[in-house]
């Protein structure tokens, strides 16, 4: 008896890996979503982890591999929740084979997989392939036997894979579910969304396009296969949507139940806000687990545009409170089987779901008050670029602002907020997409076409070396000479090339007549790229140089590298076990690390984490640096950079009963080495991610002798002991505090003293007393006095608007204030209102009370036509 085809998401994933895996091919585990590829911002595609393989720039992992990688796509984030299909966060199951099988193989497989495991009817499925690739076709028609009428050949835009412009490429094939089969095999369109969704790509990159436009065959030819695990979830279960499939479902259940609602009975534009809600929750979840924070810039922006989609959706429904550590959980519970890394980061995820949350709903409310300061200019309707500046800016649904406007008998320009909406859209497709396999420059193409630099730098630091490429003023070359800037790759080097947070060494290269002084290597793949300035003689390609590192400066790095392993180590014991790496520096002078942490480390806290590093370092502990394989590691207890790539076989340093780190960088042989660990500083950098500055080595002695110096200047100046310094300060301080607080004083007394002879400029507008003037010299708490007091004279009919500039030398500051009596705002000005307006013609704003309000601005040439506007709109709102 046939087993049962998988049904639950997890089932089909383990289906689709083990099917490979029996074929012989390697599972990959999943990559992190944050890519090393820099053309993209985010792993885009199930292919982008294996993308240096297919370029010949990294070996294969296996002739052939199988991995389901998580994905995130955000260029049509708008189609999410709308259609059936439409995700941000989804899963790609792949197949690969890297020069391995190819066309026949993965169709045979393909077709055996769909219709073998997974149970699918051949008379629900349809193939596409290119309009030029006969061979596809005949491989479907001849060996699998697919009926002709039921193979569709398609254009390039749909059936053939380019990297970019240039390189790699080649036809796809394509498999459709039909979920209407009845309608026969005639006139089959595959545009037909309601009719059919594919679910597995075949990419059979087989050319090379150069720069003409010309393909040349590949030596080695691969296989790209993608298939959406979400899709095809969507047909074994026999949902109408993939939303409703076991991967989204349970969070729209959990999403409905915080709203009270129920989704089977809500309209679509109901079930539309659970869609987005379940989809972006897994999305969030995924990102910040793999170490994104919310920002403005790059992928930070996008997990801040997908956080706060979900919180305004949520408001949509109904949820008035804070829910999205609520969807967290259930999204770490939902995936946590097929990625524990996300009980693992529980903490890290929750928290910074709560604090991004918190930090919107603040902003949404200043949304509120820029539709209401919209709203009180009385326009005729509410502009596209208002209700889009709103939407985009402040997280405002469209749909609130257009209620808030019906209220007040207006309309929302939606052709205009369209408008908006399409160009910002236009800019998201502008971004990268697609992933670019081109090479670009002398450097990376000179790269590309050499081997592996062999780095000798962990046991010496010199080594005899042949100069294998040359790069002068950014242009390949074969000699340069004395006073050129080059860039070259040495066969062998005992160079540290820039690479996990530390900084590549320095030294010189010198040979026959030619000395070179490298002041920077980096990594260009596994080649190391000297940087530098060519001294004296000349040098050509082929010439064998003596490389020597700068042996005080590789001091230094070391003893900053290895005093950055043992403050992790010591933020782990003293702060919160958990804590994670989220980025470092090691310099020759001076160390910076990167941490999760969602509060700052207080000053005890770094007190026993000095103390702690510097205990280690006197009790000499020998450093042991040995490889061995990625999973004998992880299980020896290694710490690994969260979402960092490593090989099958890693470099180990361990302080025995310290710290023990996967790590590429050079250390020193005992802690003794590091001499001294003075901390700099400690402070936020972004959400979540906390910063310590610190000096190690030989560089803590320049530390402190420059803060030495320091205190001296000060003891002199003061005439103070370094011990009294302190407290004579603080005297100090205290005395221009007092010193402040009476010169204000004086200034709102000669304010008031100036303004009681303004009250006889006040004139009658009905039954209210009108008075605007201008008092320079006078601060703003001064003059705020100075209106109130005025007011306060003229009984409750007065309007008093007073600006100036408090130093009238100084035309760029500018102070408004208005006092309004209560007969006054029962006619209808409200001073916070009115001086915020007025303010605007000098390039500034503010607002306050109904009674007293103070506005600022920046252009005191327009301060007495500003008053002149307050007058005559005073003079009409009270006539």
């Not at 091919?25 to 993308?51: N, Q, R, W, Y």
């Not at 991995?67 to 199951?93: P, W, Y």
């Not at 009180?376 to 670029?385: T, V």
Request: proline fraction near 4%; aromatic fraction near 6%; charged fraction near 25%.
């Amino acid at each position: 008896m046939a087993a049962a085809a998988p049904r639950t998401g997890a089932e089909i994933r383990a289906a689709f890996l083990d099917f490979y895996e029996q074929r012989g091919h390697k599972p990959m585990a999943s990559a992190s979503l944050v890519p090393e590829d820099p053309t993209v911002l985010l792993t885009i595609a199930g292919m982008l982890p294996f993308k240096p393989v297919f370029l010949g720039q990294q070996q294969r992992p296996a002739p052939r591999a199988t991995s389901s990688q998580k994905c995130i796509r955000t260029n049509d984030i708008e189609n999410v929740g709308r259609t059936a299909r439409h995700h941000t966060f989804f899963e790609m199951l792949g197949n690969f084979s890297f020069g391995d099988y190819f066309k026949e193989q993965a169709i045979q497989w393909a077709w055996e997989l769909s219709t073998g495991v997974f149970g699918l009817s051949p008379k629900n499925l349809v193939v596409s392939v290119f309009r030029e690739d006969d061979e596809a076709e005949a491989i479907w028609r001849d060996v699998v036997g697919v009926n002709p009428k039921r193979i569709i050949r398609m254009d390039e835009a749909d059936n053939f894979w380019a990297s970019g412009p240039t390189g790699p490429c080649g036809p796809c094939s394509e498999i459709y579910y039909d979920f209407k089969p009845e309608l026969g095999d005639d006139g089959i369109d595959l545009e037909d969304d309601s009719r059919f969704i594919e679910f597995y790509n075949l990419v059979f990159m087989q050319y090379n396009r150069d720069a003409e436009g010309t393909l040349t065959p590949l030596a080695n030819r691969n296989i790209d296969t993608g298939m959406g695990l979400e899709r095809m979830a969507q047909i074994l279960q026999a949902v109408p949507n993939n939303y409703e499939t076991d991967l989204i479902y349970p969070l729209i259940e959990t999403a409905a139940g915080l709203a009270g609602v129920d989704y089977r009975t809500l309209d679509e534009k109901g079930k539309t806000s659970l869609k987005v809600i379940g989809d972006h929750s897994r999305a969030i979840t995924q990102l910040i687990c793999d170490g994104v924070t919310a920002s403005n810039l790059g992928r930070g922006y996008i997990l801040r545009r997908l956080l706060r989609r979900v919180v305004r959706h949520g408001r949509l429904l109904g949820i008035d409170k804070p829910f999205l550590t609520a969807m967290g959980e259930a999204s770490i519970t939902l995936m946590q089987t097929a990625y524990p890394q996300l009980v693992e980061r529980r903490e890290v995820i929750l928290a910074e779901l709560a604090r991004e949350e918190a930090r919107f709903l603040e902003t949404l409310e200043r949304g509120e008050k820029l539709l209401a300061d919209v709203l009180a200019a009385k326009p005729k309707q509410i502009s596209g670029e208002q209700a889009f500046e709103l939407y985009d800016t402040y997280g405002f649904p469209l749909e609130l602002t257009e209620e808030i406007a019906e209220e007040h008998g207006l309309t929302v320009d939606l052709e205009g907020f369209e408008a908006a909406m399409e160009a910002q859209r236009q800019r998201a497709k502008a971004a990268a997409v697609s992933i670019d396999l081109t090479l670009q420059g002398a450097i990376e193409q000179m790269a590309a076409d050499l081997e592996a630099t062999a780095f000798k730098g962990y046991e010496a630091l010199e080594h005899p070396s042949c100069v294998l490429a040359l790069v002068v003023n950014g242009e390949p070359a074969e000699r340069a000479t004395a006073g050129d800037s080059v860039q070259l790759v040495l066969d062998v080097t005992p160079f540290y090339g820039e690479g996990g947070g530390q900084i590549g060494d320095r030294g010189v290269l010198s040979g026959d007549g030619v000395i070179v002084a490298i002041d920077g290597v980096s990594r260009n793949r596994s080649v190391f790229v000297h940087s530098g300035r060519i001294e004296r003689g000349s040098l050509a390609v082929g010439d064998l140089l003596n490389a020597q590192v700068d042996r005080a400066c590789r001091r230094r790095a070391q003893a900053n590298h290895t005093a950055t392993h043992l403050l992790q180590a010591a933020l782990k014991q003293v702060v919160d076990p958990g804590i994670g790496q989220a980025g470092s520096l090691v310099d020759f002078d001076r160390l910076r690390f990167d941490f999760h942490c969602p509060r700052a480390v207080t000053a005890a806290e770094l007190e026993q984490i000095e103390a702690l590093i510097n205990g280690w370092i006197s009790e000499a502990h020998s450093l042991e640096v040995q490889e061995m394989a990625i999973e004998k590691a992880k299980a020896a207890g290694a710490v690994a950079m969260f979402g960092e790539k490593y090989a099958d076989v890693v470099r180990v340093v361990d302080v025995p009963g310290v710290s023990m780190e996967l790590c590429g960088g050079t250390h020193v042989a005992n802690t003794a080495e590091i001499g001294l660990f003075k901390i700099v500083s400690e402070s936020g950098v972004a959400a979540g991610i906390r910063r310590i500055e610190a000096v190690a080595g030989p560089a803590v002695l320049a530390y402190l002798n420059e803060r030495d110096a320091v205190v001296k200047q000060l003891g002199e100046r003061f005439k103070a002991q370094p011990v009294e310094i302190v407290e004579r300060v603080g005297q100090l301080a205290d005395e221009l505090k007092a010193s402040q607080k009476a010169l204000a004083a004086a200034r709102e007394e000669l304010a008031l003293a100036k303004s009681a002879a303004l009250v006889a400029q006040a004139v009658a507008v009905g039954e209210h007393q009108l008075l605007v003037a201008r008092l320079d010299g006078v601060e703003g708490g001064g003059l705020q006095s100075a209106a109130q007091g005025l007011a306060d004279q003229l009984g409750d009919g007065a309007a008093v608007v007073l600006g100036g500039l408090p130093d009238p030398a100084d035309l760029g500051k500018v102070i408004l204030v208005a006092a309004f009596g209560k007969g006054v705002i029962a006619v209808g000005p409200k001073a916070g209102a009115f001086i915020g307006g007025i303010a605007k013609a000098c390039g500034g704003g503010g607002g306050g009370r109904p009674n007293l309000a103070q506005a600022g601005g920046r252009d005191g040439a327009a301060l007495d036509g500003a008053l002149e506007q307050a007058r005559t709109e005073l003079t009409a709102a009270l006539g």
